[in-house]
Structures are given as C-alpha cells and as structure tokens.
C-alpha cells in the first residue's frame, strides 16, 4: 500500500509517516499543496492523508481539484478545523473520512486501513457466500434474495465476513474494520454482533465460532476449522 502523506507541520509529517510505515504502508511526504497535485499527478497511490491549512493550494481546492479529475483515491483530512461546518465541507467536496486534531497516531492508521480495505475491495461489487448475498452499494443484505433486516454495525461486520470468508477473522480485526466511524467498539459488542448475525441469517448457516481464535464464514462445499 502506498499513500501519500500532505501536512505542512514538519513534525507531524514524520511522525505520521513513521507510524504508517510500521503498519506496512509506504509513504510520501508533501510539504504544500501544490507540491502534493503534482506527486498524485505522477504517482500511482492508494490513500490521500491530507491537511487543510496548507501554503501554495490549501486542502479544500485540493481536493477538489483532484475530483474534479476523477481520480477516486481515499482520502483521509486531518485538520484542526474542528466545527461541523468544516467537517461537511470536507466531506461533500470529496473526502472519505475526517479526523479532528489532535489525534492518536493509532487512530490515523485504523482509519487508513479502513479507507485501503473498502476501496480495493468493494468497488460497488456484489458478494456471493452461498445463499447468502451482500450489495455494498446499498449495504443490505440478502438471503435466497431476500433482504434480511440487519442494523448498521450488523451489516459491517457481515460485509468483512463476506470479504475474508473461509479464512479465520478475530475480534481486533473486526474492531479494526469498524473503526472508520466515531462510535467505540467493544469486544462484547463484536460477540453481541455476531449472535445477531446468526438468528438473522439462521444457526444451520456457516457462521462459526472458533474457540479462542474467532469466527469463520464457510462457504458451500469448503471444510472450516473445528468449532464450538
């Protein structure tokens, strides 16, 4: 995964770099914002971490601009402009998500992944698990076509399912996974999602529990591991 970090607060840059990096990002650094148009002109990047308050072009005609020519990359604002209008601004002009300064390092790269995860693997595509159909564009569910009624978390959770299933997923990948959004996640509530899940879509369905690793969506015809 490459992205392309454009915060003119030197510090910050490095840090936020740094912690991308460890959690397998390769990163660019930009200084301004015109400096920044020309690199995602030339280079070939997954995520956007940009700042509003930059010299040369400021954020908002950034990213504008970059939409304007229909390149659809995630992008992450991280600004000090707190109010609510700044943060519709943001996000009707193109953004993906909006993180208020200050903020963790921990949580700039839990929202990164999110935007990395949902734009290489959604796409507006439907998802197939047997029976079972998920449509991302519409975020519903449904079971032999019809639309089962899931709450939001609910929906979230079945899509990352869906996505990775026959592969083992635990509680912190889940939790990872939903950390795009403002609400706390708990590993009860992950475990109180789950059940849900199951008496939505029925027990006799390839949810499984795995004791003390976590959950496996089996598709038809595919052997899981040994569950509860």
Same mark, same amino acid.
């Given at each position: 995964m490459k992205a392309l970090v454009v915060e003119d607060n030197l510090n910050l840059a490095r840090s936020i770099a740094a912690t991308l990096?460890?959690?397998?990002?390769?990163?660019?650094? =930009?200084?301004?914002? @015109?400096?920044?148009?020309?690199?995602? +002109?030339?280079?070939?990047?997954?995520? %956007?971490?940009l700042d509003l308050g930059l010299p040369e072009v400021d954020g908002i005609t950034l990213l504008r601009e970059l939409r304007?020519?229909?390149?659809?990359?995630?992008?992450?604002?991280?600004s000090a402009r707190d109010s609510l209008d700044q943060?519709?601004?943001?996000?009707?002009?193109?953004?993906?998500?909006?993180l208020c300064k200050p903020f963790s390092l921990e949580?700039?790269?839990?929202?990164?992944? =999110?935007?990395?995860? @949902?734009?290489?693997?959604?796409?507006? +595509?439907t998802l197939q698990?047997?029976? %079972?159909?998920?449509?991302?564009?519409?975020?519903?569910?449904r079971l032999d076509g019809n639309p089962?009624?899931?709450?939001?978390?609910?929906?979230?959770?079945?899509?990352?399912?869906?996505?990775?299933?026959?592969?083992?997923?635990?509680?912190?990948?889940i939790i990872d996974r939903l950390s795009n959004s403002d609400d706390s996640v708990s590993y009860a509530a992950v475990e109180t999602y789950i059940s849900r899940?199951?008496?939505?879509?029925?027990?006799d369905f390839g949810l499984k529990t795995v004791r003390g690793l976590g959950y496996y969506l089996e598709s038809k015809?595919?052997?899981?591991?040994?569950?509860?």
């Open positions: 990096s460890e959690a397998a990002f390769s990163i660019d650094v =930009a200084n301004d914002g @015109r400096r920044a148009l020309h690199m995602l +002109e030339q280079g070939d990047y997954d995520l %956007l971490v304007h020519a229909q390149n659809t990359i995630p992008v992450l604002i991280i943060r519709i601004l943001g996000l009707e002009v193109g953004a993906d998500d909006y949580e700039v790269t839990a929202r990164a992944r =999110a935007l990395v995860r @949902r734009a290489k693997h959604f796409g507006g +595509e698990c047997g029976r %079972l159909e998920f449509l991302p564009d519409a975020m519903e569910l089962l009624l899931l709450h939001r978390r609910e929906l979230e959770v079945m899509e990352y399912l869906m996505i990775n299933q026959n592969r083992l997923v635990n509680k912190d990948q899940i199951r008496k939505k879509i029925g027990y015809d595919t052997k899981g591991f040994s569950h509860e």
